[in-house]
């Protein structure tokens, strides 16, 4: 079975500095993984996706992530924080093999930015 | 711009009301989901649905059901509320084909059962 475990509930930077939000994942096939961003009161928005091209994946508002396979991982990076990044991230996987389009959510990462 | 529209933002209803959260997408996607959202719990998948009329049981389908008229539409139906389904009710679509197409979300319903 698939799962995602993000590390660290709450997360807390300040304005400019870096942002690392962990994601690990377990899958016995090739994963696609995602990353969404939930601001207050919203729903959720894609911030990126790996779907077996490049390991680095750059994705919207100046975040990346990593795909690491010997580590099972897959975290979220952005150089330089900005208020409007304070938000709850999740973390996503689904099975390349089986196309039903199912994701499993982490347990999300509620990410505090101080001015 | 694609679209995930639930028709109720916030909702209160009584324990044992019958209660019905609608979904419609604009996308034209075969693909639809109903998700549960609560603290340090993350999204939990409880119904989604392939085709017009099918529909598969997700992790926490208890206390749930589904119905799928028409592609645009997926309605999430309690048939009995009880204060234990007081959450955040998240719709979702995509395309079918492939596990990597993006899942788009509604704006979500917050449904608080008293």
């Known amino acids: 079975a698939q799962s995602v475990t993000q590390l660290g509930s709450h997360v807390s930077v300040s304005e400019g500095a870096l942002v690392l939000l962990r994601c690990n994942y377990s899958?016995?096939?090739?994963?696609?993984l995602f990353w969404y961003v939930q601001y207050p009161n919203q729903g959720l928005q894609l911030l990126l996706k790996?779907?077996?091209?490049?390991?680095l994946v750059k994705g919207i508002n100046d975040f990346e992530a990593e795909f690491k396979k010997s580590e099972t991982s897959f975290h979220l990076t952005k150089p330089s924080a900005h208020m409007s990044d304070a938000a709850e991230y999740f973390c996503?996987?689904?099975?390349?093999?089986?196309?039903?389009?199912?994701?499993?959510f982490g347990q999300g990462t509620t990410l505090q930015v101080k001015p | 711009d694609v679209k995930v529209t639930q028709s109720s933002r916030y909702l209160v209803k009584r324990t044992g009301e019958k209660v019905f959260l609608e979904c419609v997408q604009d996308?034209?996607?075969?693909?639809m989901f109903w998700y549960r959202q609560d603290p340090g719990l993350g999204l939990r998948l409880i119904y989604f649905?392939?085709?017009?009329?099918?529909?598969e049981k997700g992790d926490i389908p208890e206390g749930y059901s589904v119905s799928r008229e028409k592609k645009e539409r997926f309605s999430l139906i309690l048939e009995s509320a009880s204060t234990n389904q007081t959450s955040m009710y998240l719709c979702?679509?995509?395309?079918?084909?492939?596990?990597?197409?993006?899942?788009?979300f509604g704006e979500g319903s917050w449904l608080t059962v008293v």
């Open positions: 979702a679509s995509s395309l079918s084909g492939s596990s990597g197409n993006t899942i788009y």
């Open positions: 899958s016995s096939v090739p994963p696609y």
């Open positions: 790996y779907t077996s091209a490049a390991t």
């Open positions: 996503a996987v689904s099975d390349q093999g089986r196309n039903t389009g199912k994701l499993i």
């Open positions: 996308m034209d996607h075969e693909n």
């Open positions: 649905s392939y085709d017009v009329k099918m529909k």
